[in-house]
């Protein structure tokens, strides 16, 4: 994989998605970054669900504290792990309203010192929150990268500084949302569907498939 692939594969998913968005729903900062905590080992369709409805009841930190363990735990037991998310999303809550005055923080630091935030929390909520052309490596895209040769590492610390490295400035913006619907809905992890890729060419994946799965 050169510079040159690696341009040519940004611009095409580019073309085929101009304005790529997450598929997570919120209206602020904080909604994203309530969504982003219960999305863990869960699917962005199950996390919608729960919070059009507690967003509804609930869309601030203090409110939110409000509702208590149990009363947040109602409106997301649909979600996996959600008792312990209930608990992280509180004690955000909390240092939220104690060291923020309630707003999100934009920086990397302060949100890796949130509750239930890793680095891959932080840096979906610097991109899109914030606009910061930053990239957090899930499965999807950390399959992707590798598979496609765009930036293989053994693991995603690897896979996002390599990412960081060789994705062209004028695609780094969009990079991580291009990545993670194309691994989504293209380059599956059991049934990639080749024939349908945009990039199969320049893909350097050695296996594959011939015919669509979709």
């Known amino acids: 994989m050169n510079d ?7 611009a095409r998913l580019r073309a085929a998605n101009p304005s790529p968005r997450s598929e997570l ?15 863990a080992q869960a699917t962005d369709r199950s996390v919608n669900l729960a919070t059009k409805k507690l ?3 609930a869309n601030t930190p203090r409110r939110i504290l409000q509702l208590g363990q149990s009363g ?10 959600y008792r312990t998310k ?3 999303i509180l004690a955000t809550c909390r240092l939220l309203i104690e060291n923020h005055g309630g707003e999100v923080p934009r920086t990397r630091e302060a949100l890796e010192h949130l509750p239930g935030v890793g ?10 929150a914030f606009g910061e052309p930053t990239i957090a490596v899930d499965t999807h895209i950390f399959r992707v990268a590798n598979r496609t040769g765009i930036a293989p590492g053994r693991n995603v610390l690897q896979v996002e500084e390599k990412l ?3 994705v062209p400035p004028a ?14 809905y293209i380059c599956k992890a059991r049934k990639p569907d080749c024939p349908g890729c945009v990039i199969k060419d320049l893909c350097e994946y050695r296996k594959k498939t011939v015919s669509s799965e979709r």
């Open 164 to 166: 960081l490295k060789h």
């Open 55 to 57: 967003f509804r009841r």
């Open 171 to 184: 695609f780094r913006q969009h990079a991580h949302h291009w990545l993670i619907l194309h691994g989504r």
């Open 25 to 39: 729903e919120f209206a602020s900062p904080f909604e994203l970054l309530v969504a982003v905590i219960l999305s």
């Open 119 to 128: 680095r891959k929390t932080a840096n979906v909520i610097l991109n899109v």
């Open 72 to 81: 947040l735990e109602a409106y997301i037991r649909s979600i996996g792990l």
């Open 4 to 10: 040159a692939k690696r341009q040519e594969i940004f």
């Open 86 to 88: 209930a608990r992280n």
